[in-house]
């Protein structure tokens, strides 16, 4: 099979997560906007002085979002990668209205149908998506996080035909350890985090 050939640059989206603050000023004086969370309430300790202060400043919410705490992700998200259930999806519609704001979104897909993961099947995909659009959601695209234990590039393979049979012009998936495979694959959102600011601890 013959492999894509990426046709727009990537957005890189800095994951921030458990980093600090100062750990982070490095980076954005540079000019670099996209950074990615995946808590509500660290984002929110971390990020809303900031986005005051700077608001080319994009924040991408890349984990599990719980719909007790939509209101606080669609007030300091510009993104969330994570729809993965039409009640998450009626949740944010409705504080998107509430709130005049309208979010980019990114349904997430449980390409490796594993248990321990959050995703929607990929029998249910299309069900998702045609409920979000009669929400009038912005679905840009499609998140994955594949198996750790396998080699993503199927996963990849496969998230890529599902993009393109909805019609879907983004795609989130490849992070520090596979983003090069990914990028065959036509992502266009990288989810880059230890590459940037070093391993967690």
Request: with cysteine; charged share 30%.
């Amino acid at each position: 099979m013959e492999k894509q050939k990426v046709s727009k640059f990537p957005k890189i989206i800095a994951v921030s997560k458990t980093f600090g603050i100062d750990e982070i000023l490095p980076l954005i004086e540079y000019g670099h906007t996209d950074y990615g969370e995946n808590k509500v309430q660290e984002a929110m300790d971390k990020w809303t002085q900031i986005k005051i202060d700077q608001s080319s400043i994009k924040l991408h919410l890349i984990g599990k979002l719980q719909t007790n705490k939509v209101k606080f992700a669609v007030k300091i998200f510009d993104f969330i990668h994570s729809v993965d259930s039409e009640k998450l999806a009626k949740k944010i519609a409705d504080e998107e209205i509430k709130q005049n704001k309208k979010l980019k979104l990114f349904i997430q897909v449980n390409i490796g149908s594993e248990e321990q993961k959050s995703g929607v099947s990929k029998n249910q995909l299309i069900d998702l998506y045609t409920y979000c659009k009669k929400l009038n959601l912005d679905v840009i695209g499609l998140m994955c996080i594949p198996p750790t234990e396998k080699d993503p590039e199927k996963y990849f393979s496969q998230m890529n035909l599902l993009n393109k049979e909805l019609n879907l012009s983004e795609l989130s998936m490849g992070m520090s350890s596979d983003y090069l495979k990914a990028l065959e694959h036509s992502s266009s959102y990288l989810r880059i985090g230890s590459s940037i600011f070093g391993k967690r601890t």
